[in-house]
């Protein structure tokens, strides 16, 4: 993904992420995503199932590893308290 991209929405399985170039629909995009407050970025690979001209992608996370899947959980629910 290109630096700059921001994501405005994020879920246990996927998020939109706001972008001015557009990879196609079907496409498996790699998502190097920093959480608030961390210096580690954390990578994962994603599917392109959603794309909105002039805005951005949605994509569903695949293959996530274990450490991924805590970070992004740990995140989550720090948002929900």
């Given at each position: 993904?290109?630096?700059g991209a921001f994501v405005s929405?994020?879920?246990?399985t996927g998020a939109f992420v706001?972008?001015?170039t557009l990879p196609?629909?079907?496409r498996v995009v790699e998502l190097d995503l920093a959480f608030p407050g961390d210096v580690v970025h954390e990578t994962v690979n994603a599917f392109v199932?959603?794309?909105a001209p002039g805005r951005g992608i949605g994509v569903q996370?695949?293959?996530?590893?274990g450490a991924f899947k805590s970070r992004l959980e740990e995140?989550?629910?720090?948002?929900s308290r």
């Open positions: 993904m290109p630096r929405n994020l879920s246990s706001r972008l001015e196609a629909r079907g199932v959603h794309v996370f695949i293959g996530a590893s995140y989550l629910a720090q948002l």
